[in-house]
């Protein structure tokens, strides 16, 4: 298996434009997850789908933000408009909940937003 | 709701010295405990994991953690660390039978030669 596969993995984009992340899981996984990575903050839970249904965005910042999942096969996460504070890393992450299982997270999308 | 604290940002050790990073949890309910590795410029890789029996638990590359229910701890150790060591630690938690999983701020270990 290729692993959890996120593209474009550096995004450099000006305030106000719109900035859409990829994911595509582990094929067989039934959850995926969201989060960002500052240095600030550390590592955020922004949101987390089961079985391609959102489960809890309590972690997405604001309305900027907003993420769907239209097949097990992949998720996007779009902000609109962009701020130069979105900058972060985004990381995808798969598992297979059955309780316990461990995470597998993609390389991780860095954005600049200036 | 849960929380983890890692109460150490970063960690500068030598070679060959013995090594613990610190990890406190905070929960109401039952919880699985894990330990992630991150490289530079990678995504995070899970390093070990509490999740019932055994309190003590092993990676296969000489780290070991003892989940401690008393003092809502789970420290990692190795006795005799490896430059190729060098990596942000995370701890983690999550509710037994839930979806969460939460991470701590990480600490930034360093091994110098």
């Known amino acids: 298996d290729a692993g959890v596969i996120q593209s474009p993995r550096h995004e450099v984009t000006e305030m106000g434009q719109e900035v859409t992340l990829r994911c595509k899981p582990i094929s067989g996984h039934n959850s995926l997850f969201w989060y960002r990575q500052t240095m600030m903050r550390g590592l955020e839970l922004l949101i987390y789908f089961n079985n391609n249904v959102p489960i809890d965005d309590s972690g997405m910042p604001e309305d900027r933000f907003s993420a769907k999942m239209p097949n097990a096969s992949f998720s996007t996460l779009k902000i609109q408009p962009s701020e130069p504070r979105d900058s972060a890393v985004y990381f995808c992450a798969s598992s297979f909940r059955q309780g316990g299982e461990k995470l597998f997270f993609g390389s991780g999308t860095q954005l600049s937003v200036l | ?102 991470f701590g701020a990480g600490t930034r270990l360093f091994v110098k030669a």
């Open chain 2, 1 to 102: 709701a849960q929380s983890v604290t890692q109460l150490d940002s970063q960690v500068p050790v030598f070679e060959e010295a013995p090594v613990e990073l610190r990890c406190n949890y905070s929960s109401s309910v039952s919880v699985y405990l894990f330990w992630y590795v991150q490289y530079p410029n990678q995504g995070l890789q899970l390093l070990l994991k509490y999740l019932s029996g055994s309190t003590l638990v092993k990676s296969i590359n000489g780290f070991e953690a003892e989940f401690n229910k008393s003092q809502t701890s789970f420290h990692l150790r190795k006795p005799s660390v490896h430059i190729s060591d060098t990596a942000e630690y995370f701890c983690a938690v999550s509710e037994t039978g839930g979806f969460k999983t939460i």
